[in-house]
């Protein structure tokens, strides 16, 4: 009864761990993003400077866009893949066995 909470328990910390890593290295992509908007702006110093400046921001909001959609994915699929990871605990603890319910070896 208890192997499948410590099981579960150390799949949470594990988890844990890769959703925190990876929100780090979102954090640190946005920030670096960020900054070289920042110095894009320190450049402009006329005004076709600026004009290029405008011209590159519909390419940075769709690549923000992009990055914002494939960092919710990875994150989705994390998710999928813990809850999966969770139900072959379970499904191991309910047959007590260590093989998922419903799998026959080949």
């Given amino acids: ?20 890593e990876f929100q780090m290295d979102a954090a640190k992509s ?3 993003l960020t900054m070289k908007q920042w110095k ?3 450049d402009i110093k006329d005004v076709e400077s600026l004009k290029n400046f ?8 769709s690549e923000i866009s992009k ?3 494939e960092d919710m994915k990875v ?5 999928i893949e813990f809850k999966d990871e969770v139900e072959k605990i379970l499904a191991t603890s309910r047959n007590g066995a260590d093989k998922p319910a419903g799998k026959t070896g080949a």
Avoid: C, H
Wanted: cysteine-free; aromatic content about 8%.
């Fill in 40 to 42: 894009d702006i320190a």
């Fill in 30 to 32: 946005y920030a670096d």
């Fill in 67 to 69: 990055k914002w959609v």
């Fill in 75 to 79: 994150l989705g699929d994390m998710g």
């Fill in 1 to 20: 009864m208890y192997e499948p909470v410590g099981k579960i328990g150390s799949l949470v910390v594990s988890n844990l761990e890769r959703v925190a």
């Fill in 54 to 61: 405008a011209a590159g921001q519909a390419e940075l909001a």
